[in-house]
């Protein structure tokens, strides 16, 4: 038997489209924090002035937007630093580590509106609805303006989208207080403003959930959501030559940056270095998996021989691996 060792993919090596939009991502997540902090900051004032703590409330809302914008832009700064040391794939998961901050405190802040609302629909305080109106017709245009910057920056990456969602739901939050305001106005049914809170209550709890459990599964090495690793193993077996695929592992390092590695074993006489060209187009062109790492071997005549469905015998060769991890994807031998 012939063994052609560790064979490496290029991705490695391979550059990622993100890295090249890093700096335009950075330059609309700055400007979307312009606005937020100067809008804040004026928030403060006529809040401090009108003694109105609903205003200043909302100001203390727009504080945590501008603090998930910052925490942003801290990520990619970290995820920009190239590998060394013990990090051997850099930070590039403090981009991850930020979204799940970003869905967290979302959650957060939706539990304490929740309470805050609940409590003012038992005892719904004055509301003046003329300022409240002004400000929240106010705070719609800029938390517009914010949130289109942050769309022109990448949002595939669940940094930028922990960000965006923080903005979105302020906007939420100002579209609900205009209503309810319109309501006091107009009818004087004060328990409109906590009504309205609670629906975007419902919208961030949405989202907090939805950030926390896609930067969960890249923190727990599960495979990107579009990729089915039964499935892609199953076609990588298929292919010419391949006998057996195991130890297949497919994972995201960061968002938009999945790496695979997997032990193929291919026939004796089979042209090991072929076959590893041959796998990677399949993982590159049909899944955009550039980060590949792929020990090629011959196959032994044990392997070859047909073993009834789950004997313990039959998974892997032992020449290679003791003990493979996850199924094992087994073709039929090709003949010559």
Not at 144 to 156: E, F, Q
Not at 161 to 170: F, P
Request: charged share 15%.
């Amino acid at each position: 038997m012939s063994d052609h060792g560790h064979a490496h993919g290029p991705g490695g090596h391979a550059g990622h489209s993100h890295g090249v939009s890093a700096d335009a991502d950075r330059r609309w997540l700055a400007a979307a924090l312009s606005l937020i902090t100067v809008f804040m900051a004026a928030e403060v004032v006529v809040g401090i002035l009108a003694g109105s703590l609903a205003l200043l409330s909302d100001a203390a809302h727009m504080l945590t937007d501008a603090a998930s914008i910052v925490l942003a832009l801290v990520a990619m700064r970290l995820a920009a630093r190239p590998a060394r040391g013990g990090f051997t794939y850099g930070l590039k998961r403090a981009e991850i580590l930020s979204a799940q901050v970003n869905g967290l405190t979302l959650l957060l802040l939706g539990a304490w509106l929740a309470y805050e609302a609940v409590r003012r629909l038992i005892a719904p305080p004055h509301v003046a609805g003329g300022p409240m109106l002004a400000t929240a017709l106010t705070g719609i245009v800029v938390n517009v303006a914010a949130a289109w910057c942050i769309s022109k920056a990448n949002r595939t990456s669940l940094n930028v989208e922990g960000a965006y969602q923080h903005v979105l739901n302020d906007l939420f939050a100002f579209i609900g207080t205009a209503v309810a305001a319109l309501v006091v106005l107009l009818t004087g049914f004060e328990r409109a403003d906590p009504i309205a809170t609670l629906v975007v209550v419902a919208l961030m709890v949405k989202a907090g959930y939805g950030l926390l459990r896609d930067s969960g599964r890249i923190f727990l090495e599960a495979a990107p959501a579009d990729v089915d690793p039964d499935a892609l193993g199953d076609r990588l077996v298929a292919r010419p030559d391949v006998v057996e695929v195991h130890d297949l592992h497919v994972w995201q390092i960061t968002s938009g940056q999945a790496a695979l590695s997997a032990h193929i074993l291919v026939e004796p006489g089979g042209d090991c270095h072929a076959v590893r060209r041959a796998l990677e187009d399949v993982l590159h062109h049909d899944y955009g998996i550039t980060h590949t790492t792929l020990q090629v071997d011959h196959a032994s005549e044990r392997v070859l021989q047909v073993a009834p469905p789950g004997d313990p015998d039959s998974a892997g060769d032992p020449a290679h691996c003791e003990a493979p991890h996850g199924p094992v994807h087994r073709g039929e031998p090709h003949p010559h």
